[in-house]
């Protein structure tokens, strides 16, 4: 793994069903982090949201709003050509894609393909934190929430048990703690991959380059 630095990533769901849609996709960097939000034509402030984020956190938090998933999925894009680097960072989620399985990357991906547009992560290397978290003793504790608690414990502004209120959050419009339950979660898998890093050998770390072949 060199010296490449996790940037986290994560997003968030209107479901699990055919025709759901990404409704939040966050990645947390050495130095804050950003988010943005598809509001599906509804309204959100972002600079509100910042606010109240940074208020709430203590975190610098940039939020971009947007009417579509389409439109997450560019500003997703732009985010990473603008603050990713292939030669300094590698990509990283909790079960984002791991052997036979994973969430966040095989969905971002059928939503590329419902949109024809580009993947957003080019010439990219990946590590799941969820693989990276079998060379820790977390006795029962296997999800991002128990591992993070046996293992680091900080406390975290995180309004929701799991990821299943955060549909409900979309669909009533409660942008701030929708907002705030991704933030922990990226902020959580990135402290737990930084940890691995000083803990784990290099060659535990199963890295693969996320750019397609065709590209």
């Known amino acids: 793994m060199g010296d490449l630095t996790p940037l986290a990533f994560d997003i968030e769901t209107s479901g699990l069903e055919p025709g759901s849609v990404i409704t939040v ?8 982090a950003w988010l943005v939000l598809n ?12 606010t109240v984020l940074e208020d709430q956190t203590g975190s610098t938090v940039h939020v971009t709003v947007v009417d579509d998933e389409r439109a997450l999925l560019t500003a997703l894009a732009d985010c990473a050509a603008e603050r990713v680097d292939g ?4 990509l990283t989620a909790f079960n984002g894609e ?4 994973g969430f966040d990357l095989p969905f971002l991906r059928t939503a590329c393909v419902r949109h024809n547009v580009d993947w957003p992560f080019p010439d990219v290397a990946y590590a799941d934190t969820m693989t990276m978290m079998d060379r820790f003793d977390t006795g029962d504790a296997s ?3 128990g591992v993070y608690e046996v293992l680091i414990g900080n406390d975290y502004c995180d309004p929701f048990a799991d990821s299943g209120a955060a549909v409900d959050a979309f669909k009533n419009e409660d942008w701030v703690p929708l907002l705030l339950h991704n ?9 737990l991959a930084v940890l691995a890093g000083r803990y784990i050998p290099k060659s535990d770390f199963k890295m693969k380059n996320l750019e397609p072949p065709n590209l």
């Open 25 to 32: 996709g966050g990645l947390a960097f050495d130095l804050g």
């Open 98 to 101: 791991v052997w036979k399985g």
């Open 143 to 145: 999800d991002l929430e």
């Open 39 to 50: 509001t599906s034509g509804r309204h959100a402030d972002a600079n509100r949201l910042e």
């Open 87 to 90: 030669d300094r960072h590698y």
């Open 183 to 191: 933030l922990a979660d990226i902020q959580r898998t990135r402290e």
